[in-house]
């Protein structure tokens, strides 16, 4: 069975950092990707960012580039976000989410933010960033 949780949100001023942990387990992470996603309320949900497990290839929604840093351990099983110059836009709830790459036959997708579909999510944590 797939499990994310993630931790490590909270309340901080703008220009603070946070970093987020997304702890998984029930899947084996070379044949999947994690994605962070986020929503604030009143808007869609939308990716901020996703990592590859088998080559460590991360992508990022141009708004957090330079800000935002997305790495995995595998030894710890654990996905970070580790998020930079905080601003009040950033407030939101964030969540992670796995998808399938590959499998034992065929490639999905080489990209975290290809055709793939994130079926498995966590219970989100809240960001919130004061001004």
């Known amino acids: 069975e797939v499990q994310l949780v993630e931790s490590g949100g909270g309340l901080v001023q703008a220009g603070g950092s946070l970093r987020l942990s997304c702890a998984h387990s029930?899947?084996?992470?070379?044949?999947?990707?994690i994605g962070w996603f986020r929503q604030a309320p009143g808007k869609e949900r939308e990716r901020v960012s996703c990592?590859?497990?088998?080559?460590?290839?991360?992508y990022y929604v141009d708004s957090v580039k330079g800000r935002f840093t997305v790495s995995g351990d595998n030894a710890k099983n654990t996905v970070y976000l580790q998020m930079n110059n905080l601003k009040p836009e950033d407030t939101a709830v964030y969540y992670c989410?796995?998808?399938?790459?590959?499998?034992?036959?065929?490639?999905?997708?080489?990209?975290?933010?290809?055709?793939?579909?994130?079926?498995?999510w966590g219970q989100g944590t809240q960001v919130t960033v004061a001004s």
């Open positions: 989410a796995a998808a399938r790459l590959r499998t034992l036959v065929r490639i999905i997708s080489s990209r975290c933010n290809g055709n793939i579909d994130y079926d498995d």
């Open positions: 990592i590859s497990g088998s080559e460590g290839k991360a």
């Open positions: 029930g899947f084996n992470f070379d044949d999947y990707a």
